[in-house]
């Protein structure tokens, strides 16, 4: 069976910024970047606050080039999913793909988390071409434009107020007549003259042409059906964590995010680390992913250090 000292899974800028960090430190890391490489970051299009790139940068360019970064030190970057894990005992036991098992002294969860949608067609076909799931990524291209979002807990309330002060108007699409939002962020968008909120309304359909969303049909709780103009769809109804195959061992919160410890990266098992969105409900931005990843390795090296 094959044992490796630093086994990173997962490859969004929190897997391969821990790889860069690992491979230079000499972990010899291997990294298992699943379905989805490059992480969600490669569901938007052009990414305008990562910094150091003042004219913005694609974003598979961007996440192409971490991960090249992270060869070029010599980290092995492998396509493959862990589908389970035993952290009951040291090494660390893994199984990749449902049949090879590898081991680890030291583990780092960078699995990410997968933005929920609504599952229409409509909504698919028109992904990238107005609709998003990330206001902070792509709002500004909505500038002085008519956008509406989905959702009524505290993320769409901060997307609507935060999309609020860059685009004409922003409707909130609400399924119920409340709010799950905290009422510190309730307050928010009431104070926000060019918000409005459609209560007890639901997306039928995202409308749409050659060049991208053009507005959303809406069917109220008493059968009223209309559509409003748009130029942005945005998705704001949360986040699930990639954390199911890990929650035998690992503690979550009630949202399924890993739990680690005050400003490090640490679990509650010692020598398993988590980086990035599967342990941040808050911030979920490239950036911030990316910081602890290198966190993680830092931790990881002080960990194998000492053993
Ligand atoms: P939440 O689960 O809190 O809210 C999801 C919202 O989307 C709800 O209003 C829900 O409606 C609605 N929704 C869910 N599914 C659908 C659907 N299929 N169609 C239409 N609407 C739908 O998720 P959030 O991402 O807002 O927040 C997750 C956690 O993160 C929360 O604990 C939140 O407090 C926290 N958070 C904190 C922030 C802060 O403190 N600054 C910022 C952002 C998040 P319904 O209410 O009817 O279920």
Redo the contacts with the bound molecule.
Sequence with gaps: MESVRCLIIGGGPAGYTAAIYASRAGLTPVLYEGMEPGGQLTTTTVVENFPGFPQGVDANQLMGDMRAQALRFGADIRRGTITSVDFSEKPFRLVVDGETEIVAEAVIIATGAAA?Y??LPSERKFRGMGVSACATCDGFFYRKKDVAV?????????EATYLANICKKVYM????D?????VA?QEKVKNTPNIEVLWNC??QEVLGDDSGVTGVRLVRKDGKVFDITVDGFFL????HPNSDVFKEFINTD??GYIITEGKSTKTNVDGVFAAGDVQD??FRQAITAAASGCKAALEVEKYLMTK
Excluded at 178 to 182: D, I, L, M
């Design positions: 929920k609504l599952g989905v959702g009524g807990g505290d993320t769409a309330c901060e699409i609400v399924r119920r409340v709010f799950r939002a905290s962020m639901n997306t704001a109804i949360g986040h009630e949202n409900p808050s």
